[in-house]
């Protein structure tokens, strides 16, 4: 088990550096924060000032090396718009866009297991072709454009919610929305799916000759070995989810770490783009661990060694 | 994609056992199911209209119009039948060359995809040993990270454009295909007929071309009814993020994002519009795919 996590961590750092690397050649190559920073009518003495103070004149490698050594450190580069350093930028916002991400797995978790199994346990009931086509929608509309209806139909026309910032459950309600259409569409599906293919297994066809309870087959029985796969679907959606929160804290002016990496982005700003990609890459490791974790909780015959 | 559906691989008949005649019977599926109509139906439809675009748009897509931005839906009658935007550009014009541009985006970006992953997944399952080793554990390494977070950071860096954008989704979509397809060519490569075309003295080349391609094709048929979705769906966010295409290419992701601002002062056409001809689009591709998931799945036969 040991021997497993520490492989694990030394694979997750692998995919880190190359990461980082990418991300920082690329940013190297591509556009010039100098030019956003000053004023046009700078001269060229300022421009050269400014290019030793961010260690710009210096070859890439040199940078490269010197961001590795810092990040080390746990110093990702200050950033050249706010003047802070960008790791605390980016982790000042992240409880924001966790609070999104969280919420979303929970309410689509909550709302997607009972009705997906239902629809398995009855098919072709009015249940199970509701829960077929309104699956369909969810998977099908695009996220961004759900946040849309949902402002034009709850903000704009009831007047129900605010459509914008983040305070109480009511700022809650819109973003965690949007972000759950789609997962609980897919959720749905994926339960539905393993139901079916559970239920015809020769085991469940046992424990009902046991004489158990049909409820006890199906929850205890069926739905346990259902889960295991959705574990792993669960904790994609959960590391695709914190790209998904970009497009949803862009449509609510949601204070999170994707909209810093929209704006930071534009302004070319990128000690926080690749903090914000050393940040995410981190969350992934995390996620991708306790998946495994979770794997050998669920099934036992899993043991890695 | 009307070539794919009512055109079975040369692969299905041997993964297929079910008939000697794939074709004739994939079309019995298919008529037999009203979803697959419904879907079929909704998708020529949508493909009928990209294509047609130029001689059913009413107007210029491009075409500003500052005195007239913003009129209203006049549905079946007046010159603008969804309304205008907020530069005065008709929105059913722009919706019909919008769906162009996804639909082109969707099936060359698939195409690369298709192609870097099954010539990876083929030759990695073929060859087996180091280049396997190495092929899986870069595909594992891709499907560790969430493919729209690699999109946006790939469209991020890279900048705007609607050729750089086919790339980067085609090349992210690779793995997927590799991983399945190296899994098919296992199975395959084991099989007698491949061992006979070797004792025949086949070049590798020609067996993983003539012998072990065709049969491996089924699996790729229903990962492209997943991915193309995806494909067309990432070119809208990215677009709407403003990371995607430039603003003069008539996406429909740039059409809502140009839209929305305009929604808190009651004009709800130029976002919801756009949004749901993407999303009809979407539905059509899914509910044929969810058919040919079935159709194609021989552990699926018998059930339902």
Redesign the interface.
Same mark, same amino acid.
């Given at each position: 088990m040991t021997r497993f996590l520490i492989g694990r961590l030394l694979q997750m750092l692998g995919?880190f550096l190359?990461i980082s690397l990418v991300?920082f050649m +690329?940013?190297v190559f *591509?556009g010039d924060p100098i030019e956003l920073l000053l004023p046009p009518a700078a001269g060229i003495d300022q421009v050269k000032a400014l290019e030793v103070q961010l260690g710009l004149d210096q070859p890439w490698w040199v940078q490269y090396g010197r961001f590795l050594r810092s990040a080390l450190r746990g110093d990702l580069g200050t950033s050249f718009y706010f003047n802070e350093p960008a790791i605390r930028l980016v982790l000042q916002r992240l409880p924001a866009s966790l609070e999104l991400v969280v919420w979303t797995m929970l309410v689509s978790t909550i709302i997607a297991i009972p009705l997906g199994a239902m629809a398995a346990v009855n098919?072709n009931s009015w249940l199970d072709r509701s829960v077929l086509v309104g699956s369909?929608?969810g %998977?099908?509309?695009? *996220?961004?454009?759900i946040g849309?209806?949902l402002?034009?139909l709850f903000?704009?026309t009831l007047n129900l919610l605010p459509?914008s910032g983040r305070g109480g459950w009511e700022h809650l309600v819109l973003p965690v929305a949007t972000l759950t259409f789609y997962r609980v569409a897919l959720f749905i599906r994926l339960i539905r799916a393993g139901m079916l293919d559970v239920l015809?297994q020769d085991y469940i066809r046992t424990a009902r000759a046991k004489g158990l309870f049909e409820r006890l087959v199906i929850y205890r029985h069926a739905l346990k070995n259902t889960l295991i796969p959705f574990v792993t679907i669960g904790g994609?959606q959960m590391?695709?989810l %914190?790209?998904?929160a970009?497009?949803t804290e862009? %449509?609510f002016a949601w204070p999170g770490m994707g909209r810093l +990496?929209?704006i930071s %982005?534009?302004r070319l700003d990128y000690p926080v783009?690749v903090a914000y990609?050393i940040v *995410?890459a981190a969350l992934?490791v995390v996620i991708?661990l306790t998946v495994d974790l979770l794997y050998a909780f669920i099934d036992p015959r899993i043991r890695y060694e | 994609m009307a070539q794919t559906i009512s055109e079975p691989q040369p692969g299905t008949a041997a993964v297929v056992p079910r008939s000697a005649r794939p074709r004739a019977w994939l079309w019995r599926a298919f008529r037999s199911s009203p979803v697959a109509i419904a879907g079929g139906v909704l998708l020529v439809i949508m493909i009928a209209l990209a294509v047609l675009a130029p001689v059913m748009s009413p107007w210029d897509p491009q075409a500003q119009d500052l005195s007239r931005r913003l009129v209203a839906p006049s549905w079946l009658s007046g010159p603008h039948p969804l309304g205008t935007d907020a530069v005065g550009r008709d929105l059913l014009s722009n919706i019909f060359f919008g769906l162009r541009v996804s639909l082109l985006f969707g099936v060359l970006s698939i195409a690369i995809s298709v192609a870097l992953g099954v010539a990876a997944g083929v030759s990695a399952g073929y060859y087996r040993g180091r280049l396997d080793a190495l092929v899986m554990r870069a595909a594992d390494m891709q499907l560790s990270l969430p493919f729209l977070l690699v999109a946006l950071a790939a469209a991020a860096i890279w900048g705007r454009g609607l050729d750089k954008l086919i790339v980067v989704i085609g090349v992210i979509g690779w793995a997927e295909f590799a991983r399945t397809v190296r899994g098919s060519t296992l199975a395959v490569r084991e099989k007698e007929f491949v061992e006979a075309a070797r004792a025949l003295g086949a070049l590798d080349r020609r067996i993983m071309a003539r012998h072990v391609l065709p049969n491996v094709l089924t699996p790729v048929i229903v990962l492209i009814s997943v991915a193309m979705p995806r494909a067309i769906v990432a070119e809208a966010t990215l677009s709407f993020l403003g990371l995607g295409v430039p603003l003069t290419t008539p996406s429909l992701g740039l059409l809502i994002d140009g839209g929305y601002k305009y929604l808190f002062s009651g004009s709800w056409w130029p976002s919801i519009m756009p949004g749901l001809a993407l999303m009809f689009l979407v539905v059509g591709i899914n509910l044929v795919g969810d058919w040919m998931r079935d159709a194609l799945d021989p552990r699926l036969h018998g059930r339902r």
């Open positions: 995919v190359v991300i +690329l940013l *591509t098919p369909l929608v %998977i099908s509309a695009p *996220t961004f454009w849309i209806v402002i034009a903000v704009v459509s015809g994609i590391g695709g %914190i790209a998904f970009v497009v862009k %449509i +990496l929209l %982005i534009e783009v990609a *995410t992934f991708n | -």
